[in-house]
């Protein structure tokens, strides 16, 4: 008999074909009628696959007793009660790694979309406004002073690409490491010290709102934000205050406070880039991802351990 899991979020179809292999799969986010749903299959649901921004809340977990894990297709795992999972005696899993070449990347091509303007120069093209003026002038991305809050691997791997712009790279984290990169043991120090602030932490009770008032403040009206971690690490309302103050240059964003609601008053920015939290949305990393959650939960029901395990 196959084991019964449910599956929050949708994957790949080469990936959901493995899953229906394995498992009796319930589909949560195509199920109407949830109640009915749980009365009559819950008790029997041994496995949960979710996305790393949606998690499993703790009144869904309470209604699985059989729970036994969690495999999140995604890296962050701040949607999933870790004390709830340690209490309850069931597995978490993430897929790191595979995704860091992409959140990178999109760090680095949103940064360039900001400075070189690229969404109002694609508009100036196709609304005709070419033919009448110039595009205004830029910034450059080259040679710029970068500031990455969260030197973990997606950060590090961010820093890494940056050395190709020459740029001048700095960075907080909670301890200073073994790095060529400036160190700054405050948020508003590195602010102070950047031209782009990057945001590349993970979501924690004690990095929600980090990016506040104060060091967006100090990053100033010559500097852009950029954030590619998630949407609570950034006082969002914080932001769109000083961004309509001309208080920041702009920012570019893929996480958000409340997705898929994003403030409307950035919707009318010109000077806001923004993304649906899309940093590891490539054909290729979401295989691979996929092929990880497959390798967890392969590795439990097996009784050996698991690849890439949080509890
Ligand atoms: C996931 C994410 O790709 O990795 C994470 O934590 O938030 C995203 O990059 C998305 O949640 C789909 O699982």
């Known amino acids: 008999m196959k084991p019964d899991l449910l599956q929050t979020y949708p994957l790949q179809p080469q990936i959901e074909a493995e899953l229906q292999k394995r498992f009796r799969v319930h589909r949560w986010h195509?199920?109407?009628?949830?109640?009915?749903?749980?009365?009559a299959e819950a008790a029997s649901i041994k496995a949960v696959v979710t996305g790393g921004h949606i998690g499993l809340?703790?009144?869904?977990?309470?209604?699985?007793?059989?729970?036994?894990?969690?495999?999140?297709?995604?890296?962050?795992?701040d949607r999933v009660d870790l004390d709830q999972a340690r209490a309850r005696g069931f597995r978490v899993t993430n897929t790191p790694d595979v995704l860091t070449e992409d959140v990178a990347d999109l760090a680095i091509g949103l940064s360039i979309m900001l400075l070189r303007q690229l969404v109002s120069a694609d508009h100036h093209v196709r609304s005709g406004e070419w033919k009448k003026a110039e595009m205004p002038l830029g910034n450059k991305a080259s040679r710029r002073?970068?500031?990455i809050y969260g030197l973990g691997r997606i950060g590090r791997a961010i820093a890494a690409r940056l050395e190709a712009f020459d740029a001048e790279i700095s960075y907080f984290s909670r301890r200073k490491q073994d790095v060529a990169y400036?160190?700054?043991?405050?948020?508003?120090?590195?602010?102070?010290?950047?031209?782009?602030?990057?945001?590349?932490?993970?979501?924690?009770?004690?990095?929600?709102?980090?990016?506040?008032?104060?060091?967006?403040?100090?990053l100033g009206p010559d500097g852009v934000l950029v954030n590619v971690a998630r949407g609570s690490l950034v006082d969002e309302k914080a932001l769109v205050d000083i961004l309509m103050a001309g208080g920041l240059k702009g920012a570019?964003?893929?996480?958000?406070?409340?997705?898929?609601?994003v403030p409307e008053a950035l919707i009318g920015m010109r000077n806001a880039v923004l993304a649906p939290h899309i940093g590891a949305a490539t054909h290729e990393?979401?295989?691979?991802?996929?092929?990880?959650?497959?390798?967890?939960?392969?590795?439990?029901?097996?009784?050996?351990d698991l690849p890439t395990p949080v509890v």
């Open 285 to 304: 990393t979401r295989l691979e991802m996929g092929a990880l959650v497959l390798a967890n939960l392969d590795a439990h029901f097996a009784g050996q």
């Open 145 to 147: 002073r970068y500031g």
């Open 30 to 39: 195509e199920i109407s009628d949830k109640q009915a749903f749980l009365q």
């Open 57 to 77: 809340a703790p009144d869904l977990a309470d209604c699985l007793p059989a729970l036994e894990i969690v495999a999140i297709n995604g890296v962050g795992f």
């Open 182 to 218: 400036g160190y700054h043991s405050t948020a508003v120090s590195l602010a102070s010290a950047c031209d782009v602030l990057i945001v590349a932490a993970a979501a924690t009770p004690e990095t929600r709102h980090a990016i506040n008032r104060e060091v967006l403040a100090a």
């Open 252 to 261: 570019a964003l893929d996480v958000f406070e409340n997705e898929p609601h």
